[in-house]
Antibody, heavy 126, light 108 residues
Framework: QVQLQESGPGLVKSSETLSLRCSVS????????WSWIRQSPGRELEWIGY???????NYNPLFKSRVTMSVDTSKNHVTLNLTSVTAADTAVYYC????????????????????WGQGTLVTVSS | EIVLTQSPGTLSLSPGEVATLSCRAS???????LAWYQQKPGQAPRLLVY???SRATGIPDRFSASGSGTDFTLTISRLEPEDFAVYFC?????????FGRGTRVENK
């Protein structure tokens, strides 16, 4: 079973860039699409976007102008960069995997988030 | 984007009772691509159900799910002590992927 571990600074200053890494072990990084999801203190979960080792990305429009994600197959990790952060970006950030599966009608679909990291808390300070 | 509304916000039940959680979508979810997750304090969410009714690997059969279109239900048939947690629904039929705000199942 793939193992995920997020890492990065726990404190980021307002207007700066939040950079996180998700290290992957016990699995192939090329087998999955890699999502970042965050959870605010009020418990709301937000999908930020996903990336794939080919360079394919799909970002939530809420973050599109500020976010960059990438997959580094040589280092077996996934990165998230979120620019111009504010206090509203304070949250626990998770990386999670998504895979294609075939539904009951035989159609291929990019599925739900099946494996998650433990999450890392990022606080944005003024 | 599809907004998911979960109800109730909190469910107070005792072990052995049945829990029925609802998730309603603002628009019909493509091919019923709806998932349910369980989250315990200090932990990441865990996938329980995908495709509206298919249990994920290792999920006990006391968890069942149903629904289609805009209305979905997760049922826990006999609550075990470890089932007290927050449950989220999430749709992956359209982008952006969205989550409900969760239902807390608490021990009465």
């Amino acid at each position: 079973q793939v193992q995920l571990q997020e890492s990065g600074p726990g404190l980021v200053k307002s207007s700066e860039t939040l950079s996180l890494r998700c290290s992957v072990s016990a699995g192939s990084i090329t087998d999955y699409y890699w999502s970042w999801i965050r959870q605010s203190p009020g418990r709301e979960l937000e999908w930020i976007g996903y990336s794939y080792y080919t360079g394919t990305t799909n970002y939530n429009p809420l973050f599109k102008s500020r976010v960059t994600m990438s997959v580094d197959t040589s280092k077996n990790h996934v990165t998230l960069n979120l620019t111009s952060v504010t206090a509203a970006d304070t949250a626990v950030y998770y990386c999670a995997t998504t895979r294609y599966y075939y539904d009951s009608s035989g159609k291929g679909v990019l599925g739900p988030f099946d494996y998650w990291g433990q999450g890392t808390l990022v606080t944005v300070s003024s | 984007e599809i907004v998911l509304t979960q109800s109730p916000g909190t469910l107070s039940l005792s072990p052995g009772e049945v829990a029925t959680l609802s998730c309603r979508a603002s628009h019909s979810i493509t091919s019923n691509y709806l998932a349910w997750y369980q989250q315990k304090p200090g932990q990441a969410p865990r996938l329980l159900v995908y495709g509206a009714f298919s249990r994920a690997t290792g999920i006990p059969d006391r968890f069942s799910a149903s629904g289609s279109g805009t209305d979905f239900t997760l049922t826990i048939s006999r609550l075990e002590p470890e089932d007290f947690a927050v449950y989220f629904c999430q749709q992956y039929g359209s982008s952006p992927r969205t989550f409900g705000r969760g239902t807390r199942v608490e021990n009465k």
